[in-house]
């Protein structure tokens, strides 16, 4: 008796365990991602049960790293995820981080009109040799491992470009006095176009850049204007610009005023240019006792 009431207590309890787990794993294989497509546009990842996720680029405000070694994504480590507001994103599995010699290839494609001198193959095999000299293939995580292997690279990278430089002694003009190696001159090209690919056109950094842009031109157009003669506002130019100014010659006003505003803004730190912008454009008026460019 006593048996029978055991069973019946634990009987329903491992066939909602079982459940569980063939539901867990059902939809597992249902989210497998069976494609994934990446350019310069966005992402886009088709699952097993034919669901599609897709965002684009200009689309994201949120990127985090999820790490799982249980449940659906436990298979490739975890996503990187993608969000674009609470009602649109895209999961990217964390091994397609990992870069394949096909995808290399796709990127090689996409850029090969940047390298006009170079050919394909010449493009394709200098590239498959800078990934083999990385000591980091797997999504980088920020590990101390990792870390140093990025500074030993960094360093023997240094080291391999400079030795790449050789100086002769010509024997006729025509001749060159510094000669670089051919190839080490490929891969430091597309080196170039990785970083401007990942890094300067990453869509964070742009609006950045183009926020960066809109101050420089605003400032330029605010001391354009308060270089006028009989501006009332020259108080707001630094001691030297005002001395620089008078120091113009009459017929080269227009250029010099030009040559001293972009010399004024070209000596003020990233900081110090945005709260000048701030103060000269009224959204933070700060306090009489804060600093300014002198």
């Not at 669901?51 to 249980?70: G, P």
């Not at 010699?101 to 006009?116: A, I, P």
């Not at 023997?156 to 510094?178: A, C, D, F, K, M």
């Not at 010659?249 to 005023?257: C, D, I, L």
Request: include cysteine.
């Amino acid at each position: 008796m006593y048996l029978i009431s055991v069973l019946i207590l634990v009987l329903p309890i491992a066939v909602i365990a079982g459940i569980s787990r063939n539901q867990r794993k059902l939809s597992a294989i249902r989210s497998h991602t069976v494609e994934l497509r990446a350019d310069e546009l966005g992402v886009k990842r088709v699952m097993a049960d034919g669901r599609e996720e897709e965002v684009d680029w200009f689309e994201v405000n949120e990127v985090e790293v999820v790490r799982a070694s249980k449940g659906a994504h436990a298979a490739y480590g975890g996503v990187l995820v993608l969000g674009a507001g609470d009602t649109r994103g895209c999961l990217v599995p964390l091994d397609r981080l990992a870069v394949t010699r096909e995808e290399r290839y796709r990127w090689l494609e996409s850029v090969l009109t940047d390298l006009r001198e170079f050919k394909e193959h010449d493009a394709s095999v200098t590239l498959d040799d800078l990934m083999n000299l990385c000591p980091v293939l797997e999504p980088f995580r920020g590990t101390r491992k990792q870390r140093e292997a990025l500074r030993r690279f960094t360093s023997g990278l240094i080291s391999r470009y400079i030795g790449g430089i050789e100086l002769r002694t010509p024997s006729n003009l025509q001749e060159r006095r510094v000669v670089f190696d051919e190839g080490l001159l490929r891969e430091i090209e597309i080196l170039k176009l990785l970083t401007r690919r990942f890094v300067i056109d990453n869509p964070a950094l742009a609006t950045q850049q183009f926020g960066k842009k809109e101050i420089v031109r605003k400032l330029f157009e605010v001391f354009m204007d308060v270089t006028e003669r009989g501006s009332k506002w020259q108080s707001i130019l630094p001691i030297r610009a005002r001395e620089q100014l008078d120091e113009i010659a009459p017929e080269e006003r227009e250029t010099g005023r030009a040559r001293v505003v972009a010399d004024l803004i070209s000596s003020l730190s990233d900081q110090e240019a945005i709260v000048l912008h701030r103060r000269l454009s009224g959204a933070g008026a700060g306090s009489v006792l804060d600093s300014l460019p002198r």
